[in-house]
């Protein structure tokens, strides 16, 4: 029996790119055939095998080819080139809705993917109660799709998709959409369909479940695959270029600021200046992800050593300050000031939150704005992070607050290692103390 359950070999997607429409119309009429395209190698010569029961990370930044590829393994494009060869039934989530019928209800939409996927309808009849339990929609299962909301659409999708007894199971980015507590419960299933022996293919910008539920890795870079590997030999490679892509930003951006030793200023409201400007000054950086429901607006971020001079070049395990100033688009009784800080691949790391700490803020007033600063400490191994801020207003006290504003990688910091300090190689580090007592068998 064959244990490959997908071969892909030497595959190629090129498209036809035309600076205006009208060259379209021109190359198609030319009487000799003239060219008024380029070409476009969203998947250039690719080529990997996943074997029966195996889960397969693929990784690359958005436009790297991710999406493309599923979508000819899956029948869906077609390649300009190469050959894919998949053993055993497929069942796909690749966009939310893919397949569905609008009009149709959640029950005639399952029983027509069922039908799409090679199903009689006897058969879908014993599998309904399965995926209409998993997808936990209520009511709204006996209503028109055309009705459900991005979550009610992942659930169904997602439900149908674990539930009919495929052989490999490919998954794409479509589950960003749905809550936390229904991500967990199918990053579980699909844990326990791996237990069962069950083919994954699987898309995402999550690092850390490409780490933990795949076997594999398959980094894609502008549609070529660049590392077939160990998982997570793959997901270091791709944290490593993410590294390297940022030094490089920094230094085109001139970011060369040094940890100065100037006059440490003391911790208290007289001495503290405003080094951040008082109006609108974030604007779009890269890599930066905004939201909120717009009660207020966080005008300008930065971070400062103790002399408070800007800098980005943190030292480890050294004290700095964090700096914002934030307008209030509504009268509130109190606010939440959050400064987060991750990883390049996206996990949180460290938050300093205002009331964790024990202090609470004031009243405010529409059109007010307010200045926090934040003094740090940094226990971080050498790398490059990145920094969040958020405003927010706490519906129910350190367990729900509701976004007013929240910028996620508001900046980018490099923490590095200076003598006399040691460096270490978790990612934190905090001195204890230890004891050690021998004992003997007499003992």
């Known amino acids: 029996m064959n244990d490959i359950a997908i071969k892909v070999k030497n595959l190629t997607k090129i498209y036809h790119l035309y600076d205006k429409p009208q060259d379209r119309l021109k190359e198609a009429l030319h009487p000799f055939k003239k060219n008024y395209h380029h070409d476009f190698h969203a998947i250039d010569d690719v080529s990997f095998e996943v074997k029966r029961g195996e889960t397969v990370g693929i990784i690359g930044k958005n436009g790297a080819g991710k999406s493309t590829l599923l979508k000819m393994i899956t029948g869906v494009l077609t390649p300009t080139s190469g050959t894919i060869e998949v053993n055993g039934k497929v069942a796909s989530l690749l966009e939310l809705g893919a397949g569905f019928n609008p009009e149709m209800t959640g029950i005639e939409n399952i029983y027509l993917n069922g039908t799409l996927m090679g199903f009689s309808q006897e058969e879908m009849a014993k599998k309904v109660d399965a995926i209409v339990e998993f997808a936990n929609i209520g009511e709204f299962i006996y209503q028109p799709v055309k009705m459900y909301s991005s979550g009610m659409f992942a659930r169904l999708a997602f439900s149908v998709a674990i539930n009919v007894d495929a052989d490999i199971l490919i998954v794409d980015e479509a589950l960003s959409v749905g809550d936390m507590l229904f991500q967990a419960k199918c990053i579980s299933k699909m844990s326990a369909l791996m237990e069962e022996g069950m083919t994954i293919l699987f898309v995402s910008h999550d690092i850390h479940a490409v780490r933990s539920l795949c076997t594999r890795g398959v980094y894609l870079v502008n549609g070529k695959s660049v590392l077939v590997a160990d998982a997570g030999e793959v997901v270091d490679r791709y944290i490593n270029d993410d590294q390297k892509a940022v030094n490089e930003q920094l230094k085109a951006m001139g970011h060369t600021h040094k940890h100065t030793d100037g006059e440490i200023i003391e911790f208290n409201q007289e001495n503290i200046p405003t080094m951040v400007r008082l109006e609108p000054s974030i604007g779009d950086k890269e890599g930066m992800v905004r939201h909120g429901d717009k009660g207020a607006e966080i005008l300008d971020f930065g971070v400062f050593d103790l002399a408070f001079n800007r800098t980005d070049q943190l030292i480890s395990k050294e004290n700095y300050y964090i700096q914002f100033s934030a307008l209030f688009h509504e009268d509130l009784p109190t606010f939440v000031a959050t400064t987060t800080l991750f990883s390049l691949d996206g996990e949180q790391l460290l938050a ?22 934040i003094k ?13 801020a958020s405003i927010e207003y706490p519906t129910i006290p350190l367990i729900q607050h509701r976004f ?3 910028i996620k990688g508001i900046e980018v910091i490099n923490v590095n290692f200076e003598s006399p300090t040691k460096p270490f190689h978790s990612v934190f580090y905090s001195k204890g103390e230890y004891l050690l007592k021998k004992v003997t068998k007499e003992d």
Do not use: E, H
């Open 352 to 373: 300093w939150i205002n009331t964790q700490d024990g202090v609470d803020f004031p009243a405010v007033s529409k059109g007010d704005i307010v200045v926090i600063t």
């Open 404 to 406: 007013l504003d929240m």
């Open 376 to 388: 740090i400490n940094l226990p971080l191994r050498q790398n490059i992070y990145k920094l969040g």
